[in-house]
């Protein structure tokens, strides 16, 4: 058997069409199951429905074999955990987006920077912010959230928030404006490296077929 780990939303969707290239289609639809193992057209390929950070942890030891999840929660996943065991084969393009920076519209973030201010940062994605900010020399004290982080400057919580930004529309309905543009952000495919030698024959043509998808798409 074949595990697939995915999270619901964008990375399951965009994940689909890749899917179907390798010829598997996922059998139940995991807005309207409650189901958290999703049977596919093969008898020998299943989909696990994990939370998008839990996806490198799933795959690195082994409750899946293979995964899909985003460049920042891997960056996240090592910086915390260190990386044993998981093989990063393909960029699949999907899920694209950029981790930014963002403030009120009213902050002055060019000059806090320039005077060398102290910035209070809101976000989900510590070692990403840390790193950032670090090579830019800007001190900074990082509080964390799991969500909503728009609301932190709002609130006076925080000075400025660390988060994905895609379209735009979540800032500018609070008033938010991007200031630094820190990653573009896409999906990987992560691979289980054990699995990768044991389960080789059936694992490498599912690889095989998201890398000639891809080619084709771009
Ligand atoms: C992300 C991000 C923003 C929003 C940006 O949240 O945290 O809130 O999307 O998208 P936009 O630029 O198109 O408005 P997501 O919906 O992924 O959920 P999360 O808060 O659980 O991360």
New binding site residues.
């Given amino acids: 058997m074949i595990t697939l780990a995915l999270s619901k939303g964008r990375i399951f969707q965009e994940t689909l069409p890749l899917l179907a290239a390798a010829g598997i289609e996922v059998l139940e639809d995991p807005e309207k199951s409650r189901k958290l193992i999703l049977p596919t057209n093969r008898a020998d390929v299943q989909v696990v429905l994990v939370r998008a950070s839990d996806v490198p942890t799933y795959v690195e030891y082994g409750g899946a074999d293979v995964g899909v999840c985003g460049k920042d929660t891997l960056i996240e996943h090592q910086a915390e955990w260190g990386t044993h065991g998981l093989y990063q084969p393909l960029d699949l393009q999907i899920a694209r987006?950029r981790m930014s920076v963002a403030v009120r519209a009213d902050f002055d973030y060019a000059t806090a920077v320039r005077q060398g201010a102290r910035l209070a940062v809101a976000t989900?994605y510590t070692a990403i912010a840390r790193e950032f900010f670090a090579s830019k020399g800007v001190h900074v004290d990082l509080i964390k959230l799991y969500?909503?982080?728009?609301l932190a400057p709002l609130t006076g919580l925080a000075d400025a928030i660390v988060?994905?930004?895609?379209?735009?529309?979540?800032?500018k309905a609070n008033h938010l404006v991007e200031v630094e543009h820190i990653m573009d952000i896409s999906s990987r495919l992560v691979v289980n490296q054990a699995a990768l030698k044991v389960k080789q024959a059936s694992l490498r043509p599912i690889i095989d077929a998201f890398a000639k998808a891809l080619t084709v798409s771009a």
Avoid at 147 to 150: I, R, V
């Fill in positions: 987006c989900k969500g909503s982080m728009e988060d994905l930004v895609s379209t735009g529309n979540t800032l």
